[in-house]
Nanobody, 121 residues
Framework: QVQLVESGGGLVLAGGSLRLNCAAS????????VAWFRQAPGKEREFVAT???????SYTNSVKGRFTISRDNVKNTVYLQMNSLKPEDTATYYC???????????????WGQGTQVTVSS
C-alpha cells in the first residue's frame, strides 16, 4: 500500500512562492500518476495539477503559468512549485496517486493527509 506524506505548506504573502512535496513510501511512485488537489473551507475539493509516469502534466486553468508539477523518481517524490501565489490559492493541498492519468478525483486511490497553504493579501 502506498503511503503519501505532504509537506512544504505555510503562510506566505501574495506574490510569494512555496514548494509542496509529496513523499511516498510502500510503493514506487514512478509507476503512478500523481496529482495535487486542494480544498478551501466551505468549498468542494478541486483538481490542481497532475503528472503522468512519462512526465506529461495537466493543470487547472487558474494555476497555469504559475504552478509547476514535477517528479524525482530517485527520491520517490513529487513536487508542486507554486509561484505568484494569490489569496484565492489558500486551501489544504493534498497529493494523491492513481494508475489512471485523469483530472477527476475518483480514480486516485491513495491520498496524503494534506498540507495547509495560506496566502495573505
Amino acid at each position: 500500500q502506498v503511503q503519501l506524506v505532504e509537506s512544504g505548506g505555510g503562510l506566505v504573502l501574495a506574490g510569494g512562492s512555496l514548494r509542496l512535496n509529496c513523499a511516498a513510501s510502500g510503493g514506487i511512485l514512478s509507476t503512478y500518476v500523481v496529482a495535487w488537489f486542494r480544498q478551501a473551507p466551505g468549498k468542494e475539493r478541486e483538481f490542481v495539477a497532475t503528472i503522468n509516469t512519462n512526465g506529461a502534466s495537466s493543470y487547472t486553468n487558474s494555476v497555469k503559468g504559475r504552478f509547476t508539477i514535477s517528479r524525482d523518481n530517485v527520491k520517490n517524490t513529487v513536487y508542486l512549485q507554486m509561484n505568484s501565489l494569490k489569496p484565492e490559492d489558500t486551501a489544504t493541498y493534498y497529493c494523491a496517486s492513481s494508475k489512471v492519468f485523469t483530472t477527476t478525483a475518483a480514480p486516485y486511490r491513495y491520498w496524503g493527509q494534506g498540507t495547509q497553504v495560506t496566502v495573505s493579501s
